[in-house]
Structures are given as structure tokens and as C-alpha cells.
């Protein structure tokens, strides 16, 4: 159908890149506003065939990224509130230009949510405050360098192979004056008893109150829940996604092979060694103070096909994580339950949602609640709804 209702010369992917070299601009955000843009480029003559499309432009843009769960959330969010876009329009064709603009508009006033976020994080840093961190995450920086204003703070980030983006942290945090420190990923345990508490961003957060963030937040979250540590994490509304994983291996990916063996040991050739980005081959200090040789790194650095068959991404569960500091407010896991649960039905003021609140581990009970979600109209262009409890049944 999608070769009916779409234009034939407008490239949804090329059209993702584009927004994508933005720096404020996260993958979700780039997803909604490329499919904005698809819509006025869409020759869709109703609004199934719009819907359609859009869908489908979706599904292109998840196939050709690498890791498409945030992607995925920010498709999700546009393409429901296309769905649910309340219009009195005749003219399709206007209602077209206006669904486009109010998906720029989401995605400008979505920059803002940072923000937002950073200033309810700022009351939880005093001063003197030693945090960890993990990779390289928009909020996650954002917040920092809004309590590096008025409070002292030292963070230590680890390097995050494979990509090694807590480089990018570390250089970003260190050129603002804020003591850094990079840490080995393998060192999370050695570091955790001199830290506060931990902050990390996240890919998404999920309808468990879990989180996807890059790989290694899962282990980091077990040694803060060990340690005693406050694990926080910090997210966009627009992160907040349908899904429910119950295990690793449930993550929606494009390598079944991860963490697989082999078929048959090969060694492989020295000319397939390369570096993760972000990561140099300059030589390092080995145990006794002596620099290790220059080739050391290139030796014993992972070839290209060994690290595609790791993960980029793990989940965490919600009973690891602390707080959850949104834009919506600061959640408990159970509050992103709930507030995906209320956008759900956002048209329908009087719809009862039976929602399954808790299941515990042993799968002998589980507690009922129910809500009456509230559109907020005044707010409709943000897709924000608000809920109410109304009753608990055991």
C-alpha cells in the first residue's frame, strides 16, 4: 500500500541522517520530525492511507538502524497522536500542513524537556557530590552542567566500549571545569563505594518501569543495588515505550547472533583488529607505572566480528532503579507503568482501564488498580494526559 500514498523521491531515511546531525537532536525526536515531514511529501488522500504510510516509513526507518528501540518510541508516540489528532478539518490537505507543523512544534518544545529534567535532578546533587555515569547521554549532561552552576561535583563516567562514548563525556565534562575521571567498564565495582550515586540516561524506558540503556547500566545498576547506592535514571517522556521485555534476549534487535559461538574456531586474521570509535591506540601504563608498548592495544583489541556478535544495549530491571526524573515529574518504576497505562485511551475521559499494577516474582498474586485517564486538552499538542486513581482491589 505504501507505494500508493507515498512519493516516490522522498528518502524517510536520508531525511532521519539529516536531523540526526543536529547534536540536540536525540533519535526519537529525529523519527517524529521525519515523519512530519513525510507527511506533507505524502500524496494519502484519507487518513487510513496517512496512517499507513506513516506506518510503514516507520518500519523502514526501525529496518535500516542499527538500534531502533528509541526510534521505535518516538514513531509510536507521532503516529498515535496522528491517530488520535481530534481536527473538524474538510480539507485534507490542510489537516496534512497542520499535523506537520504540531510535529515540529512537540519536537522543538521537546528539546526543552532537558531542561526540565535537570532542575528536578538538581535537588537530589548536594554539594560535593561524587556521581557515576555511564556512556554519553544528552539529559544526563545536561543535568550536570546545570548543578556544575551552583554546586560542586566530580563525576566519574566509564568508557562504554564498545563505542567508547564516556570519552565524549569526559571530554565534554572536563572542558566545563567539572573533575572527571574515566573508568575502566570492568572497574564499576572497584569505583561504587566512592560514589554517591549513579545517573544514566537511557534508550527507553519501558512499560515495566525498566530501562534500555547502553550495555553495561544492567551490571552498574546490580553493583549500586549491592552497594547500596541510589541508581538514577534520567529520561524524556518521549523514551517511554510499549514494551515489555522479560529477559535480555527479548530486546528487539537486528543481530540474532548475539553472544553467539562460532560454528567452527577460526583464528582470525591481524588485519580484521580494529578499535571501537572513540577508543585510540596510544599506549597505556601497565601495572608496575611502565608505559605498555605501542602495539599493545592493536594486539589485544576485539576484531570487527567479535564485537557485532555483543550487544550495543541491555535492560535493566525496575526493582535496580531508584527513581526514574522525567519531564512528566520524578517516577517510581511503577509511576512509568502507570503513566504509559493513561495515554493509552487519551480521546476517551471516562474509559476504565483493568491495569495489572504489580506481579510478584512468584507469580502467586497479583494487585489490581484501576484508572480513569483525563485529557488535558489545553495540552494537547504535547500528547500529555493525566490519571486519577479511583480504586484498588486485592
Given at each position: 500500500?505504501?507505494?500508493?500514498?507515498q512519493?516516490s523521491?522522498?528518502d524517510?531515511?536520508?531525511?532521519?541522517?539529516r536531523?540526526?546531525?543536529?547534536?540536540?537532536i536525540?533519535p526519537?525526536?529525529?523519527?517524529?520530525?521525519s515523519?512530519?515531514?513525510s507527511?506533507?511529501?505524502s500524496n494519502a488522500g484519507t487518513?487510513f492511507?496517512?496512517?499507513?504510510?506513516?506506518t510503514?516509513?516507520?518500519e523502514l526507518?526501525k529496518k535500516?538502524?542499527p538500534?531502533?528501540?528509541?526510534?521505535?518510541a518516538?514513531c509510536?508516540?507521532?503516529i498515535a497522536?496522528?491517530t488520535?489528532?481530534?481536527?473538524?478539518?474538510?480539507?485534507?490537505?490542510e489537516l496534512?500542513?497542520?499535523l506537520?507543523?504540531?510535529?515540529r512544534?512537540?519536537?522543538?518544545?521537546a528539546i526543552?524537556f532537558?531542561?526540565?529534567i535537570a532542575?528536578?535532578t538538581?535537588g537530589?546533587?548536594?554539594?560535593?557530590?561524587?556521581?557515576?555515569?555511564?556512556?554519553?547521554?544528552?539529559v544526563?549532561?545536561k543535568?550536570l552542567?546545570?548543578?556544575h552552576?551552583?554546586?560542586?561535583?566530580s563525576?566519574?563516567?566509564?568508557?562504554?566500549?564498545?563505542?567508547?562514548?564516556?570519552l565524549?563525556?569526559?571530554?565534554?565534562?572536563?572542558a566545563?571545569?567539572?573533575?572527571c575521571?574515566v573508568v575502566?567498564d570492568?572497574?564499576v565495582?572497584y569505583?561504587?563505594d566512592?560514589v554517591d550515586f549513579v545517573?544514566?540516561g537511557s534508550e527507553a524506558v519501558v512499560?515495566?518501569?525498566?530501562l534500555?540503556?547502553?550495555?553495561?547500566?544492567?551490571?552498574?545498576a546490580i553493583?549500586a543495588?549491592a552497594?547500596n547506592k541510589?541508581?538514577?535514571a534520567?529520561?524524556?517522556?518521549?523514551?517511554?515505550?510499549?514494551?515489555?521485555?522479560l529477559s535480555?534476549?527479548d530486546?528487539?534487535?537486528?543481530?540474532?547472533?548475539?553472544?553467539?559461538?562460532p560454528?567452527s574456531?577460526?583464528q582470525?586474521p591481524a588485519?580484521?583488529n580494529?578499535?571501537p570509535?572513540g577508543?585510540?591506540?596510544s599506549p597505556?601504563a601497565?601495572?608496575?607505572?611502565t608505559p605498555a608498548?605501542?602495539?599493545?592495544l592493536?594486539?589485544?583489541?576485539?576484531t570487527?566480528?567479535q564485537?557485532?556478535?555483543n550487544?550495543?544495549?541491555?535492560?535493566?530491571?525496575?526493582d535496580?532503579?531508584s527513581?526514574?526524573?522525567s519531564?512528566v515529574?520524578i517516577l517510581?518504576?511503577?509511576?512509568?507503568?502507570?503513566?504509559?497505562?493513561?495515554?493509552v485511551?487519551?480521546?476517551?475521559p471516562v474509559?476504565w482501564?483493568w491495569y495489572?499494577?504489580h506481579l510478584?516474582?512468584?507469580?502467586?498474586?497479583f494487585?489490581c488498580k484501576?484508572?480513569r485517564?483525563?485529557?488535558n486538552?489545553a495540552?494537547?499538542g504535547?500528547?500529555?494526559?493525566?490519571?486519577?486513581?479511583?480504586?484498588?482491589?486485592?
Amino acid at each position: 500500500m505504501s507505494g500508493t500514498v507515498q512519493t516516490s523521491n522522498f528518502d524517510i531515511y536520508a531525511t532521519f541522517q539529516r536531523f540526526l546531525k543536529d547534536d540536540q537532536i536525540s533519535p526519537p525526536l529525529a523519527a517524529i520530525l521525519s515523519l512530519a515531514e513525510s507527511i506533507v511529501k505524502s500524496n494519502a488522500g484519507t487518513m487510513f492511507e496517512l496512517v499507513q504510510a506513516l506506518t510503514d516509513s516507520a518500519e523502514l526507518l526501525k529496518k535500516r538502524t542499527p538500534n531502533p528501540i528509541s526510534l521505535n518510541a518516538g514513531c509510536e508516540l507521532f503516529i498515535a497522536f496522528v491517530t488520535l489528532f481530534p481536527h473538524e478539518s474538510d480539507n485534507f490537505s490542510e489537516l496534512k500542513k497542520e499535523l506537520e507543523q504540531q510535529g515540529r512544534k512537540y519536537a522543538t518544545e521537546a528539546i526543552s524537556f532537558r531542561d526540565k529534567i535537570a532542575e528536578l535532578t538538581l535537588g537530589f546533587i548536594k554539594d560535593d557530590s561524587v556521581i557515576l555515569t555511564h556512556s554519553y547521554s544528552r539529559v544526563v549532561m545536561k543535568a550536570l552542567l546545570h548543578a556544575h552552576k551552583t554546586k560542586r561535583i566530580s563525576v566519574y563516567v566509564t568508557e562504554a566500549r564498545p563505542r567508547g562514548l564516556g570519552l565524549k563525556t569526559y571530554e565534554a565534562l572536563t572542558a566545563a571545569g567539572i573533575p572527571c575521571t574515566v573508568v575502566l567498564d570492568s572497574a564499576v565495582a572497584y569505583v561504587m563505594d566512592s560514589v554517591d550515586f549513579v545517573l544514566v540516561g537511557s534508550e527507553a524506558v519501558v512499560e515495566s518501569g525498566g530501562l534500555i540503556n547502553a550495555v553495561g547500566s544492567n551490571q552498574m545498576a546490580i553493583i549500586a543495588k549491592a552497594a547500596n547506592k541510589p541508581f538514577y535514571a534520567v529520561a524524556e517522556s518521549y523514551k517511554f515505550h510499549r514494551l515489555f521485555p522479560l529477559s535480555q534476549y527479548d530486546l528487539p534487535t537486528h543481530n540474532p547472533g548475539i553472544l553467539a559461538f562460532p560454528s567452527s574456531p577460526q583464528q582470525s586474521p591481524a588485519g580484521d583488529n580494529v578499535l571501537p570509535p572513540g577508543t585510540s591506540s596510544s599506549p597505556v601504563a601497565i601495572a608496575d607505572g611502565t608505559p605498555a608498548p605501542a602495539g599493545i592495544l592493536s594486539e589485544r583489541t576485539m576484531t570487527a566480528e567479535q564485537i557485532a556478535r555483543n550487544p550495543f544495549v541491555d535492560y535493566t530491571r525496575p526493582d535496580l532503579i531508584s527513581l526514574v526524573f522525567s519531564d512528566v515529574g520524578i517516577l517510581t518504576p511503577e509511576g512509568v507503568s502507570q503513566y504509559l497505562v493513561a495515554i493509552v485511551f487519551p480521546k476517551d475521559p471516562v474509559l476504565w482501564i483493568w491495569y495489572r499494577y504489580h506481579l510478584d516474582c512468584r507469580g502467586e498474586s497479583f494487585i489490581c488498580k484501576m484508572y480513569r485517564p483525563v485529557w488535558n486538552t489545553a495540552r494537547h499538542g504535547e500528547l500529555r494526559c493525566c490519571f486519577s486513581e479511583l480504586v484498588t482491589l486485592d
